[in-house]
């Protein structure tokens, strides 16, 4: 390793700081506009727990593959999607308002994968989305109609950001 590259533990702390900076920033603009709040990626629900803080009377729905977030950063069952996104995501048209903010923390170590879910993820995240509504995400994401935003700056991550048309 090159001693002037930082450590893994330094990007990861870089990585959540530039999360919660721009879930803080997504709150903000999403203050007024009614929805509920999607998690794209419940995990270990981290940033479940963090929006719940932030939109205490929301309901927040979490899509994930299976359930590893213990029981306190995780939504009821009802509001938990677990399975593969392209049936999850699918399955919601419809069943709920449209969204006011939807987080997809989704990334890997293998940026071409990545890359190619981004290009299938997308569409199904716009057809549950608030006209108005934000996207953010630790991947690049964009649907024809998306208005990409800045987000905080100062941050050693990249994170993402877009306004739903």
Same mark, same amino acid.
């Given at each position: 390793?090159?001693?002037?590259?930082?450590?893994?533990?330094?990007?990861?702390? @870089? *990585? #959540?700081?530039?999360?919660?900076?721009? +879930?803080?920033? !997504? /709150?903000?603009?999403? $203050?007024?506009? &009614?929805?509920?709040?999607?998690?794209?990626?419940?995990?270990?629900?981290?940033?479940?727990?963090?929006?719940?803080?932030?939109?205490?009377?929301?309901?927040?729905?979490?899509?994930?593959?299976?359930?590893?977030?213990?029981?306190?950063?995780?939504?009821?069952? @009802? *509001? #938990?999607?677990?399975?593969?996104?392209? +049936?999850?995501? !699918? /399955?919601?048209?419809? $069943?709920?308002? &449209?969204?006011?903010?939807?987080?997809?923390?989704?990334?890997?170590?293998?940026?071409?994968?990545?890359?190619?879910?981004?290009?299938?993820?997308?569409?199904?995240?716009?057809?549950?989305?608030?006209?108005?509504?934000?996207?953010?995400?630790?991947?690049?994401?964009?649907?024809?109609?998306?208005?990409?935003?800045?987000?905080?700056?100062?941050?050693?991550?990249?994170?993402?950001?877009?306004?739903?048309?």
């Amino acid at each position: 390793m090159n001693d002037t590259s930082p450590s893994r533990l330094e990007r990861m702390i @870089a *990585r #959540l700081s530039a999360q919660k900076a721009f +879930l803080d920033f !997504a /709150a903000s603009q999403v $203050r007024d506009l &009614p929805g509920p709040i999607l998690e794209i990626g419940l995990g270990k629900g981290r940033t479940f727990s963090h929006l719940a803080k932030l939109f205490p009377s929301r309901e927040i729905y979490a899509f994930d593959d299976g359930l590893r977030a213990p029981a306190d950063s995780a939504p009821e069952p @009802a *509001r #938990l999607a677990l399975g593969d996104f392209r +049936l999850t995501l !699918a /399955a919601m048209r419809g $069943r709920i308002a &449209p969204a006011a903010l939807a987080h997809a923390d989704f990334g890997s170590e293998d940026r071409g994968f990545d890359a190619g879910q981004a290009v299938w993820l997308a569409p199904l995240i716009a057809a549950l989305m608030a006209p108005g509504g934000l996207v953010v995400s630790d991947r690049a994401l964009s649907m024809p109609g998306w208005t990409p935003l800045a987000g905080p700056e100062g941050l050693e991550w990249t994170y993402h950001a877009a306004r739903a048309g």
